[in-house]
Structure formats: C-alpha cells, structure tokens
C-alpha cells in the first residue's frame, strides 16, 4: 500500500484558511486521495476525496498536484470545530481497507 | 438516516476472556470494516465484509475474528484478551460509488483489559 507523509502538527488561527499538505511520492494511477478527521473522543469523519482534478465540498477544498505526488486539504475559514487529526489516505480503487497514517493534529486558537 | 451504532460502548474484561462487539452499518450499506485505535498503534485496519464475506483483512492474530450477517450487521469477536487489546474499537460502513468509497464510523467500543 502506498503511504502519505504528513505533518505532525499545525496550528491556525481561528476564521483563518488552513493549507493541510500530505505528499504521496508513491501513488499509483488507480489510487484515489481520501482525507479523513478524528475530533476527540469520536470516531474518523470522511472529508473530501479526489482522483485528479480538484475538488470542493461543503466542509473543504482538495488541491491535487498535476503529478499527483502531494496534495492539499483547505480549510476555507477554520473554527475551534476544526480542531481535530487530519489523515490523508491513498485508496485503491479495489480494495475495502483505509491505511490510516499518523495524521498531522491541528490546533484553531481563537 | 441514521448513523453507524456500535454496542457495548464500554467494555471491562479481565485477561484470558473473550469478548464480542456489535456493528449496525448505515441502512443500504453492505460493506463493513472493523478497525483497531491505540495511542501507540494509532488507527489498524483489522478486516473487512462484504455481502456476508470477508474481503480484506489486516495484520492481526487469529484471535481476531469477525462475521457479517445477511442484514449487514458485524459482529467482531477477540478470544483469550491480552492486556494490549485495551483499544477502542470502530466500525465503518461504506457506501461505494465512482470507483471508490466513502466510509462512516460508529463512536466505537472502549475496550478495557485488566
């Protein structure tokens, strides 16, 4: 399985955009970009995903390079919410399993 | 819709026990996989279900075993507990779609080892 490099810890300030790198040197053409967060005491949440294009949602933007070999999770505006363990995961297509990294702890102040 | 539930929450059991989680996944949802959370080991994939079958599984002993029944609920068995099984316990159901998928967590299972 492909593994992600991440950051160990970050901070922001609150109502600030948050740039959340991962490289993944190793990725293959089939693996897709999948970013999960762990606040406390709950179990993961999905985030945002993509293959190679960009890609936004409701909660982030996912900024993919045009190698694929890094990638960026935006929070567009941080809240204290936000505070959480950021993972960056590669998913093959074919395969039911999440490899989860150590993930990089953000921290919002206010 | 509601969301992934896991039973018990907590857990006590003393070594040498045996121990049985439960995993409702989210209605529609076939696929189920089980993971591990320590603070040294972090998140460890220990197996996947799909229709009833076992897909996938992760570098664990045999004392981890799982089953799926035919409404997607997942139960997770560990025989004869160690003190380093003291984890908490997730469930994901997945919804797949697009060539890839999406996984929801439950809250998990404490389990503690005395």
């Known amino acids: 399985d492909a593994k992600t490099t991440q950051p160990n810890s970050m901070e922001s300030n609150e109502e600030e955009p948050v740039h959340l790198p991962c490289n993944h040197s190793?990725?293959?053409?089939?693996?897709?970009i999948h970013w999960y967060r762990q606040l406390p005491s709950q179990g993961p949440e999905y985030v945002i995903h993509g293959l190679t294009s960009n890609v936004n949602n409701r909660m982030a933007s996912l900024a993919i390079a045009e190698d694929r070999k890094s990638s960026t999770l935006i929070l567009h505006r941080a809240t204290l919410r936000d505070a959480a363990v950021y993972y960056c995961i590669l998913r093959s297509s074919n395969t039911g399993k999440l490899i989860f990294g150590q993930g990089t702890t953000l921290q919002v102040k206010p | 819709k509601a969301g992934v539930t896991q039973t018990p929450r907590y857990l006590i059991k003393t070594r040498g026990q045996q121990v049985t989680l439960s995993c409702s996944p989210i209605?529609?949802?076939?696929?189920v996989s089980w993971y591990q959370q320590t603070p040294g080991q972090g998140l460890q994939f220990l197996f996947e279900y799909f229709s009833e079958t076992q897909r996938n599984k992760g570098n664990f002993p045999g004392r981890f075993s799982g089953r799926q029944f035919s409404n997607s609920r997942s139960e997770m068995n560990v025989s004869t507990l160690e003190l380093g099984d003291s984890a908490l316990y997730l469930c994901?159901?997945?919804?797949?779609?697009?060539?890839?998928?999406?996984?929801?967590f439950g809250p998990g299972t404490r389990l503690t080892v005395l």
């Open positions: 190793t990725i293959s053409g089939t693996d897709y």
């Open positions: 209605s529609g949802h076939r696929s």
């Open positions: 994901a159901s997945s919804w797949y779609r697009g060539g890839t998928d999406t996984q929801y």
